[in-house]
């Protein structure tokens, strides 16, 4: 249970940790005279548990991220690196009475270091729905002014309390990347174990501004400690607006989607065009015109969910001129981008704007040439998904052969063949159609990057989990060989269609099958991959009626209220579109999709609209 000490001067401990009866090695921070936190206010406040024993604290700085110490997530003392975490870590955030089931507790799946100082930003595996991020102050401490700390760790008299506290300080020097401070009241705070990367807060008008993170401390005050010097030091973050902004976009379209073919030509799987984690919908229309619907995040039938304008944002998508569609967040930025195949097999892609204000804006840049000889005909099977976790969308092809391969995207768009300039990476081999009829994609084990799921032609379904790894040939799937059964039945004939979808919101994709008799099944993934039969161990909740292909010709996926639930939307054969809002509920049969919320569009026929992304 010994964790890694860093020292200021000969006797000041930093980083973090804590489990019940630990004492000795492990200094880190917690507010030790402070008041309980029960103000609304500072529910941005969260508890990072790195691994079995090491807890710190930290602040949501956007709805996927929190901005914590680097400290807290140093495995053994070893650097902390960009990429998934090195052990299991949680988040608990929106919680501030912790035996409460209120906020959420989430998993983290990505870990950005900052280069120079002892900060972190840490990915959750979905947004923290419901929870206000931390607004960043407009200026840094000022030498005797007072901030407000606020931690989750032990203080004068609990090891693990139930609530963080938050307790005034004093500011003393200021550099340029830190500032010390002083209990205000000379028996008042001090940082202890637990406490590492929780925020230091400036009020004004009432509202918390985030000025600073806690980093090293004397831990006077503190539940077993003998030492009485009550001051230490912060790690400033009010000039660092522009590096939390551009490593914090949200991976909600990091898994792209392709236009279906076969069987799964009527499942859709749209994108988020301005980057608010709510599914929009572009419409091709018979003249080849593309037009925007953006979800207004109502699916509750009193308002509409796709309210009028509906901007014009392309034109040319005609099946004939452009037969293969691709979308996802391929710069990384947090909106759908889109990418173009047209009959040669050239690949052209539109970033997006996120302007969906008025026509032809929403692609309003220039586009560029990312791709050459992807016709159907060479590469039968194209599929988005970001298979190395760094929130970019990549592009899995199938050759003729049965050869996976994998482009990854570099995330730059500014001119033509940057975004896939690196090699092609061979990923696994035997998956032609015939002997693999179709290959679902999706976080199945909610690590943050994307795995497959082959469905071969008896009907088994095999997993294959990501590593990540993506600097050499066939390091992507490395036990592509001994891949383990996740299913069995799952031929076309009896499972017409196959919903890959995360509907009970804990970062793992699911799976909802439609049987021949228009029934669905839910599928929800454990995240276990290791082993058969670990994937999907059931139950295996009903979870709606009449869903055959001629009661709902198209069936839309997404998330269309942002609450991090996959909702649907069936198109009925006349054109009318119903919505069916997502509760997670899958514990008993019929509770996930209640019924059709309310009609969410009309006219939306496959003759009129033939194809949707």
Not at 156 to 164: F, G, N, Q, S
Not at 435 to 452: E, K, M, N, Q, S
Not at 487 to 494: F, R
């Amino acid at each position: 249970m010994v964790r890694q000490v860093r020292r200021r001067r000969t006797a000041v401990a930093v980083a973090a940790v804590v489990v019940a009866g630990t004492m000795a090695g492990v200094p880190a921070r917690a507010v030790s005279g402070g008041s309980p936190v029960t103000d609304s206010a500072y529910a941005f406040a969260a508890k990072v548990v790195f691994g079995e024993v090491k807890a710190c604290s930290g602040a949501l700085v956007a709805p996927q991220w929190v901005l914590t110490a680097r400290s807290c997530l140093s495995d053994g003392g070893l650097p902390v690196v960009a990429g998934p975490p090195t052990v299991p870590t949680t988040v608990t955030v929106g919680r501030v009475d912790l035996p409460t089931h209120a906020g959420r507790v989430l998993r983290a799946n990505r870990v950005v270091p900052h280069p120079d100082r002892n900060l972190a930003l840490v990915r959750l595996v979905v947004p923290a729905v419901g929870v206000t991020p931390a607004v960043l102050a407009a200026s840094g401490p000022v030498q005797g002014e007072v901030l407000q700390a606020v931690g989750y760790g032990r203080t004068a008299t609990e090891w693990i309390p139930d609530y963080p506290h938050v307790a005034p300080v004093t500011v003393g020097a200021v550099s340029a990347t830190g500032a010390e401070i002083t209990a205000q009241d000379p028996g008042g705070v001090a940082t202890c174990k637990g406490d590492a990367g929780g925020p230091a807060l400036r009020v004004v008008d009432g509202r918390p501004e985030l000025v600073a993170v806690h980093d090293t401390s004397w831990q006077g005050g503190c539940l077993a400690e003998a030492e009485t010097r009550r001051d230490g030091t912060e790690t400033r973050v009010d000039d660092l607006g522009g590096w939390i902004r551009q490593n914090t976009p949200s991976n909600c379209n990091a898994g792209g989607a392709s236009t279906g073919t076969g069987d799964q030509a009527s499942v859709v799987i749209l994108g988020d065009w301005d980057g608010d984690c709510r599914k929009d919908i572009l419409a091709q229309l018979t003249d080849g015109r593309l037009r925007a619907y953006r979800s207004s995040g109502n699916i509750s039938g009193t308002a509409p969910l796709f309210p009028a304008p509906y901007p014009y944002v392309g034109t040319s998508w005609g099946a004939t001129n452009i037969p293969r569609v691709l979308t996802g967040d391929f710069d990384g930025d947090g909106r759908s981008d889109i990418i173009g195949q047209t009959a040669d097999g050239k690949l052209t892609a539109w970033a997006s704007t996120g302007d969906l204000s008025a026509d032809y804006r929403l692609f309003a840049g220039a586009t560029a040439l990312v791709g050459t000889g992807f016709s159907t005909s060479s590469i039968p099977r194209l599929m988005p998904g970001d298979f190395d976790g760094d929130g970019r969308t990549d592009l899995l092809g199938q050759l003729l052969d049965g050869t996976l391969r994998v482009w990854t995207s570099t995330g730059d768009l500014s001119a033509d063949a940057k975004l896939f300039a690196g090699p092609a990476r061979t990923v696994g081999s035997g998956f032609t159609t015939t002997a693999v009829p179709r290959i679902l994609t999706g976080d199945f084990d909610g690590d943050g990057t994307t795995d497959v799921i082959a469905q071969y032609a008896d009907g088994s379904m095999k997993g294959y989990p990501s590593s990540g790894d993506l600097s050499a040939d066939n390091k992507l799937f490395p036990a592509t060989a001994a891949a383990k059964v996740v299913g069995t039945g799952w031929k076309a004939t009896s499972i017409p269609r196959i919903l890959p979808a995360d509907v009970d919101g804990d970062g793992m994709t699911d799976l909802v099958a439609q049987f021949a008799d228009g029934r669905l099944r839910a599928y929800r993934s454990s995240g276990a991959m290791t082993g058969s039969g670990l994937t999907f161990p059931g139950p295996y909740p009903y979870v709606g009626t009449s869903w055959t292909t001629a009661d709902r010709p198209r069936i839309l996926l997404g998330d269309f209220n942002g609450d991090a639930l996959t909702d649907l939307i069936g198109q009925n054969p006349d054109g009318t579109l119903h919505g069916f809002q997502a509760t997670g509920y899958l514990s008993e049969d019929h509770k996930l999709y209640l019924a059709a919320v309310s009609a969410v569009g009309s006219g939306w026929t496959t003759t009129s609209i033939p194809r949707v992304f």
